[in-house]
Nanobody, 115 residues
């Protein structure tokens, strides 16, 4: 059974940090482009960061220099290290695994940045 399970969300203060994890089962993670998306209340889902099978990374401008995406294929896990958080980062964060043939989504984890 294919599953993507996120963890690590929660409440952080402005300027704080959180680390999200997404662990996969049921498919070969190493063959997939991995990404984190987020959806804030009343807004469309947006791509936050992605990491290719080569390790190349891309970020949306609003998180550059603050967020870091990484992958550990041996653990079937992708991470999103989030630093210097702002209230604008508040959203549900989803991990995504995408190949030429198929695509999978996690269930989402809530990140709230508030004092």
């Amino acid at each position: 059974q294919v599953q993507l399970v996120e963890s690590g969300g929660g409440l952080a203060q402005p300027g704080g940090s959180l680390r999200l994890s997404c662990t996969a089962s049921g498919f070969d993670y190493s063959r997939y482009k991995l990404a984190w998306y987020r959806q804030a209340l009343g807004k469309q889902r947006e791509l936050v960061a992605l990491i290719l099978t080569t390790g190349t990374t891309r970020y949306v401008n609003s998180v550059k220099g603050r967020f870091t995406i990484s992958r550990d294929n041996a653990k079937n896990t992708v991470y999103l290290e989030m630093n210097n958080l702002t209230p604008e980062d508040t959203a549900i964060y989803y991990c995504n695994a995408d190949s030429i043939r198929d695509e999978y989504w996690g269930q989402g984890t809530q990140v709230t940045v508030s004092s």
